[in-house]
């Protein structure tokens, strides 16, 4: 099970509203209005067109360098622009799934991109095999210059439908053409393993809060339990968050009653969340580990159970990522998220936004050999 941070890309510090997953995400124009009435902007543009030696960049690299000005100006650290490749594959991660063909890519010895089919999956089927190079997709040429998320984006599609790639394979390199049917390829937020050094300790390592996030987290310790582990860590270092309701939601496992978090968008309501029936690992010995990468949804999580004195936090200070973000599609697959709502936790002596103080304090070690907050961890539930 040892997936840790695999296909993990570009999150940042996102916290993806509940509108923003459920309905597929959000889909508005930008109001011409107000665009028309930035005079000075069309001056600029219009000396550019007429007066400058070098062409103007052409679509949509003149927009989207528009959009960064105007985002840079507005000076919010969490309202960012997303292109089109980078969005995509945040989606995949927070969906959990992706319509695609089962292969992890790699680099050659002269840098071309090469294929690893699993075992089973669509592309093992068709026929590639492990160290293929990969030459095109659906038509697109590949160089060693084409970004790793540029292929991976071309080779994710809808389910059931077909792309083509072109490989070349040692020791002849003769090209030739295969298609593929893409399947569901799961993408793993969770693993787990039994700590090597006490077989009572089952360690839970939380990658991105997705929507499958706590399905698997209770799968996970559900299988810790068959194999004897009797206390648990749930690890959530370095884990930048993801969705906000899949972050209350594998809280609710932990929990028996209470508030978890209560949030407020601009002239709205403070809404609240609240654990709705105790929750399937409510009696379970439990602590969690943090570090100055939790943050955002994983901090949900950490935050309410510190707060309802549940588990104990070992590690450091976190982040401190107390906003939530709107995320609206563009016309060309492009997205803004923008910063809509704070949230807060009922119980916490602080601001969130300070980050959660540890309640065991352990700095990380730089040598090699047991890992300091493990065993500060299995000292606090086990004795030693």
């Keep these: ?70 985002l840079q100006a507005y000076d919010d650290p969490y309202t960012i622009f997303v292109e089109p490749v980078e969005h995509e594959l945040q989606s995949n991660t927070l969906q959990g799934s992706f319509g695609g063909i089962g292969v992890r890519l790699g680099r050659d010895a002269d840098g071309n991109h090469v294929l690893f089919p699993f075992p089973g999956s669509p592309a093992d089927q068709a026929g590639v095999i492990e160290g293929d190079r990969l030459l095109a997709v659906d038509g697109t040429i590949v160089t060693v210059d084409t970004l790793v998320e540029t292929i991976q984006a071309a080779l994710r599609g809808p389910v059931g439908e077909w792309v083509q ?48 996030t706590p399905d698997e987290v209770k799968s996970a310790f559900d299988d810790l339990a068959g194999r004897g582990a009797e206390a648990y860590v749930l690890d959530l270092r370095d884990n930048y968050g993801g969705l906000l309701t899949a972050g209350i939601d594998t809280a609710r496992l932990f929990l028996s009653e209470g508030e978890i ?18 929750g399937a690992l409510v009696d379970i010995p439990l602590a969690v580990l943090v570090n100055e990468n939790t943050a955002s949804a994983a901090e949900i999580i950490a935050g309410s159970l510190q707060a309802k004195n549940r588990a104990e936090l070992i590690g450091t200070q976190t982040y ?47 040598n090699e050999g047991p890992d300091p907050m493990i065993q500060a961890a299995s000292q606090s539930l086990l004795g030693r």
């Design 165 to 212: 790639v072109e490989i070349s394979r040692p020791p002849d390199f003769t090209a030739q053409k295969i298609k593929i049917k893409r399947s569901e390829i799961p993408l793993p937020s969770v693993t787990w393993h039994i700590d090597p050094d006490q077989p009572r300790l089952g360690v839970v390592e939380v990658n991105v809060i997705a929507s499958s």
């Design 1 to 70: 099970m040892n997936f840790k941070r695999a296909y993990i890309y570009t999150l940042g510090l996102i916290v993806f509203a509940t509108i923003g997953f459920a309905a597929g995400y959000i889909v508005k124009s930008l109001a011409s209005d107000g665009l028309a009435a930035m005079t000075i902007l069309s001056q600029a543009y219009n000396i550019l067109e007429s007066h400058g030696v070098k062409s103007l960049p052409v679509a949509p690299a003149l927009e989207y360098g528009m959009i960064r000005g105007m």
């Design 320 to 366: 401190g990522k107390d906003s939530i973000q709107l995320v609206f599609d563009l016309a060309d697959g492009s997205s803004l998220h923008v910063t809509a709502a704070q949230w807060w936790i009922p119980g916490l002596d602080q601001p969130l936004s300070n980050g959660l103080q540890p309640d065991v304090m352990i700095e990380p070690s730089s």
């Design 261 to 278: 978090l209560q949030q407020q968008y601009r002239d709205q309501d403070v809404e609240t969340f609240h654990v709705e029936k105790p």
